[in-house]
Structure formats: C-alpha cells, structure tokens
C-alpha cells in the first residue's frame, strides 16, 4: 500500500492522505479500482480520527483505493471553505486516476456527521460531484448549524436528478443528530427519484463509526454487532452500483494448448508429470514437484505462467534450463 499526506490548503490546514493498493500479478482480474473519499465528522470543529483512518482501512480491505480528507474547520470552517476543499479532493483523484488506478466513474464519498453534511454538499450542490454517497448520521438540516461550528446550508432542498445514488444509515434515538435529518434527505430522494438505501437501527450513540470497539474511544455506547452491520450493507450496495471485481473464471485452472511434437515449459505441469521423462526432469529442477499431493502438479497450468507467481521459486535462468531439457524429449 501507499499512504502518503498531501497538503492541499496550507493556510487551512486541508490535507488529504492517500491508502493505494499495489498492483499485482496475482490481482489479474483487477485493472483499476474503485475508490472512496472520507470525509471524518466533527462538528466542523475538528475530523475525527475515529471516522477517519479505520473507515478507509475498512474499505480498501475490500479492494477500493481509499482517501482520507481533513478539511477546512474550526476557525476555517466557514462556509463554503469545506465544499471547496472537498471539490479539489475530488479533481484531484480524478485528474491522478490513471496514476493511481481508479476508475474514474467509480468514486463514492463517505461521510459521518458534520462530514456526512459535507459528503451531502458535494454530491448535490457541488461543483464536481461523486458517483455515489454514504452518509453516516449525517447532518442534513439547516437547523442542525445550531450544533456545529459554522452556519450551513440545509440540503433537504437541494436534490435533484444529477445526485448521485445514496444510502444512509444512523438510528432511531441519535440525540445529538436526529434521524429526521436522514429521513428528510430520504424523502428528497425519493421524491427526485434517486435511487437510494437506508437503515435506521433501532438504537445507538451518535458517532458510532464502525460501531467496534477498536473505534469506540472507549465507550460501551459506541459498540453494536447489529449497527456495524452497515459497513457490509453498504460493500453490497456498492456492487450493485459499481458492479464487482471480475470473477468469470470458473476456477483457477488455466488452459494451456501446445500441441508441438515436442515438451515444453508451455505445456500443462500436469502434462509434463504424466510422462516420466519430463517429471524426472521438473522433480530434479524443482523438488518441490516430488509431492504428488501438491496442487499445482494437478492444474491444466503452464509452468511458465507458473513463473509468474512463484518467481522465488522459479527463476528465469532455471526456466531456460527446463526448457532445454524438456525439448530433448518427444512424444
């Protein structure tokens, strides 16, 4: 993975810190990724470190590339300096898609409270916006600006048929964040026929966020199997509004067709094991081979391609070597 912090606004302190996946051999199916955009809650007073960094941990254990951002707030938090922030966020990951491996028309912005409002503005009132949102117990209401460190726009109003698909989660008795703020924004949704999911857990604490306890400060409050089920809801929403990594392939067999007179290092290993010449020369070469209970030596799998995720095992010079010996044996 690579993490690095980029300093976006330095009078204001915006940063946003990248979590990259690395590429490899063995992620074949996977060309670009999807990604998500955290956006921490906190009043406007501050980002939660809560809300912020296990969030995008959370998703890129799933294959997204993940960003954290830190935006404008406290003595900055006037609006609309953190609308600003999210918007250059947001063109910035598109304008290093390429570099970074995102698919462009895949980024949901995920935000829990205050950063719940925010993830809201972006995807309604934005310049640029999302391809989808998550919101947290967020902040919808322009009533709410009576609890958070600047005044806000109420974006109940604010939805139209260029918002992005949503699903929101919070519960029943948040008393720092009524759920009349979730339900109103669901209501506006529906009404502008945005496609939509939402889950109002029977109780909890307001600033659950992964409702675990390595993400509760300590309190009891913020712990609950049942209201951390909203991570797994919202992967599953997620593939049904991006789709999926590939899995069309029925299992990891991999055809091989070699139909020269002679053997070689593009036949199936399988192949090669059969006849006694050539599975002398691969268990002299690689004894690991010896074992015939090992998987691989049952695979319709080249052991060039083989080559590929065992470099340790099989080296370039020791593939040359193979395939020498091999050509001296003929059918």
């Given at each position: 993975?690579?993490?690095?912090t ?6 204001n ?5 990248t979590y990259l996946?690395d590429?490899s ?8 990724r ?18 912020a960094?296990?969030?995008?941990m959370?998703?890129?254990?799933e ?8 935006y ?10 953190p609308l ?15 570099e ?9 912005v995920?935000?829990f ?7 809201a503005?972006l ?16 902040c919808i209401?322009?009533?709410i600006?009576?609890?958070?460190a ?6 109940d109003d ?7 698909p949503?699903?929101l989660?919070?519960?029943r008795d948040?008393?720092?964040v ?17 496609p ?6 029977y ?17 009891r ?6 209201n951390g ?20 392939s029925?299992?990891?067999?991999m ?8 053997y070689?290092?593009?036949n199936?290993?399988k ?9 002398e ?14 998987m ?9 391609k083989?080559?590929?995720?065992a ?10 070597e ?5 050509n001296?044996?003929?059918r």
């Amino acid at each position: 993975m690579k993490s690095e912090t980029m300093i976006l606004n330095n009078k204001n302190n915006v940063t946003l810190t990248t979590y990259l996946l690395d590429s490899s051999n063995e992620f074949g199916n996977i060309t670009t990724r999807p990604a998500v955009l955290v956006l921490p809650g906190g009043g406007y007073m501050m980002c939660s470190d809560r809300e912020a960094e296990p969030i995008a941990m959370s998703y890129a254990a799933e294959g997204y590339n993940a960003f954290v951002l830190r935006y404008s707030v406290a003595e900055h938090a006037q609006w609309p300096n953190p609308l600003e922030d999210a918007e250059a966020a947001l063109e910035l990951i598109r304008l290093k898609g390429s570099e970074w491996g995102i698919d462009t028309e895949k980024i949901a912005v995920i935000g829990f409270s205050a950063g719940g409002h925010l993830a809201a503005a972006l995807s309604t009132i934005g310049r640029v916006k999302p391809n989808a949102m998550i919101l947290g117990y967020p902040c919808i209401l322009e009533e709410i600006s009576n609890i958070l460190a600047t005044r806000v726009p109420g974006l109940d109003d604010k939805v139209d048929s260029e918002t992005p698909p949503a699903f929101l989660f919070t519960t029943r008795d948040d008393n720092v964040v009524p759920a009349r703020n979730t339900i109103r924004f669901l209501d506006a949704l529906d009404k502008a026929d945005v496609p939509y999911e939402a889950h109002i857990f029977y109780s909890g604490m307001h600033g659950m966020s992964l409702a675990k306890s390595h993400t509760s400060s300590g309190y009891r409050g913020n712990v609950s199997t049942n209201n951390g089920k909203w991570f797994e809801q919202s992967m599953t929403w997620l593939k049904q509004v991006f789709g999926d990594f590939k899995t069309d392939s029925i299992d990891i067999d991999m055809k091989v067709e070699n139909d020269s007179l002679i053997y070689g290092i593009d036949n199936a290993i399988k192949e090669l094991l059969n006849n006694s010449a050539c599975r002398e020369i691969l268990v002299s070469k690689i004894p690991v081979f010896a074992n015939g209970e090992l998987m691989i030596s049952k695979l319709n799998i080249s052991l060039r391609k083989m080559s590929q995720y065992a470099k340790g095992v099989v080296t370039p010079e020791l593939l040359d070597e193979i395939e020498a010996e091999l050509n001296k044996v003929r059918r």
